[in-house]
């Protein structure tokens, strides 16, 4: 069930920006813009509907689900961040951004990356589970669960962070 993991842009710190990764920086700063301005004129959430939102995300995804992956941010600071361990590169859709802890950009495209390895060992009963699911490729009109589970990771990571400013 292993992903085969793509590295981009390595080594990292040698890393040149592309016009891209300048264009991709734009659209997401504008996008976190556009939402913050939102934001602004939503009422304010009560304690009960933050409770509720996050219940409805579900558990959040164990450890041995997650892959390592070192990650180049536009700002030029070098991290770690974990992914679902199906993902094959870690810069996919929603997740394409961070928020830099070394300088606080936020958000920060990932320009370069390279996988480091698992964040744990599977456990055994689950390791006999996967396999006939993974081998099952999901129909092309339908997003798959790798991509599912990521945007409601990505998703309850961004309803911290607007819980943390409320
Ligand atoms: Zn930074």
Request: with cysteine; proline share 8%.
């Amino acid at each position: 069930m292993e992903a085969e993991y793509l590295r981009h842009g390595v080594p990292l710190t040698g890393y040149q920006l592309s016009q891209a990764d300048h264009r991709r920086q734009h659209e997401a700063v504008q996008v976190h813009e556009w939402v913050q301005r939102q934001l602004a004129q939503a009422p304010r959430w009560s304690d009960e509907r933050w409770e509720k939102m996050r219940q409805l995300l579900g558990p959040s995804t164990s450890a041995w689900e997650l892959q390592r992956w070192r990650l180049r941010l536009y700002c030029g600071h070098v991290i770690e961040a974990t992914r679902l361990r199906e993902r094959p590169r870690p810069d996919g859709g929603i997740c394409d951004k961070e928020r830099c802890p070394e300088c606080g950009l936020d958000p920060a495209v990932i320009v370069a990356f390279e996988p480091l390895g698992p964040v744990a060992d599977p456990s055994p009963e689950k390791r006999s589970r996967k396999p006939s699911r993974s081998t099952r490729k999901p129909p092309a009109d339908r997003r798959s669960r790798a991509e599912l589970v990521a945007e409601n990771e990505a998703l309850r990571a961004e309803l911290d962070a607007l819980r943390d400013q409320a």
